[in-house]
């Protein structure tokens, strides 16, 4: 596996596999790889010829109280799991090759969708995604790109984006990895202790019951949410931020789970703030 960090050596490269005929995958991620990443990686290597991971903690989508600093790191590890699952190359640029000193052009949804969720406790975070997926795009100009439905608002935005600016890169949508006892596997659960890391498992066990519900034929929304509500509410040492149910393009409030209604929740579990959701009609 090749390791670059400037851009002009993931430039170069790619540039030699086109002219190869090669289809090029790319995985976006911020590092501290699990499982989930792994998958994304499993998927791009099924359908690309040369597979790309981005490892980089992109500050521009981390607000001014969050977890920029702490967030966890491990560029040896991350190489051995990327390159465990053949990958071929992983871009892992420093801060300056990413962003000059006045870098102040950025790519935002201007409509509701990046307020909504997220967005309200993370008003720039998308607007930060937007650009860093970009600046990504434009640098590697993949075929295709590999998201998680883990982050279900971001996969819908990247689509938004690559629509709303005719981006040529076809975005592959991948289901959520989760531990054996159901948690949603995230490198933010390594701050979890391990009170924290059992008290995590409302989230899951919410999303398996609101999952069970809907399958059930349950086509209310408001009931189907005070259910999962209810499971979150039981674990003391939980917090929400939101359980909603929204349209799964738009990211609006939805009465009725039809199928693609998305079913989302984000829970302060101590300080870790830790995200699940599941698609009425499961992911297509
Ligand atoms: P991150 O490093 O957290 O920014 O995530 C990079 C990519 O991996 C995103 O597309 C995530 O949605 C995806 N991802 C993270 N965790 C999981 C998971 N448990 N299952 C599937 N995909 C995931």
Not at 33 to 53: Q, Y
Not at 92 to 98: A, L, T
Not at 127 to 146: E, H, M, W
């Amino acid at each position: 596996m090749i390791a670059a960090s400037t851009i002009q050596e993931v430039r170069e490269q790619v540039a030699q596999w086109k002219r190869a005929g090669l289809t090029v995958g790319l995985v976006p991620t911020m590092g501290y790889l699990h499982e989930g990443h792994a998958s994304l990686v499993d998927k791009a290597r099924e359908m690309c010829g040369k597979v790309i991971a981005s490892d980089f903690v992109n500050p521009t989508q981390f607000g001014p109280n969050e977890d920029l600093e702490a967030y966890p790191r491990d560029f040896d590890r991350d190489c051995a799991l990327l390159e465990a699952h053949g990958c071929d190359l992983v871009f892992h640029p420093s801060v300056e090759e990413m962003y000059a000193p006045n870098a102040a052009t950025y790519v935002e949804i201007l409509d509701e969708m990046p307020k909504q969720l997220c967005g309200k406790t993370r008003p720039i975070h998308f607007r930060g995604v937007c650009t860093v997926v970009s600046k990504l795009f434009n640098i590697v100009q993949p075929d295709y790109a590999f998201f998680g439905q883990k982050d279900a608002q971001q996969l819908a935005i990247i689509r938004r984006m690559v629509r709303d600016l005719s981006f040529g890169v076809q975005i592959v949508a991948c289901p959520i990895v989760r531990e054996s006892d159901g948690l949603a596997k995230s490198s933010r659960n390594t701050y979890l202790n391990p009170e924290e890391r059992q008290a995590a498992l409302c989230l899951s066990k919410a999303v398996f019951a609101g999952q069970a519900a809907a399958e059930e034929g349950q086509r209310d929304a408001k009931a189907l949410l005070k259910l999962m509500t209810g499971i979150i509410e039981a674990e003391p040492l939980a917090r929400i931020d939101y359980v909603s149910a929204v349209d799964g393009e738009t990211m609006l409030p939805a009465d009725e789970l039809t199928d693609g209604v998305l079913v989302a929740m984000a829970v302060y579990i101590g300080k870790t703030r830790l995200i699940d959701n599941f698609i009425v009609g499961g992911l297509k």
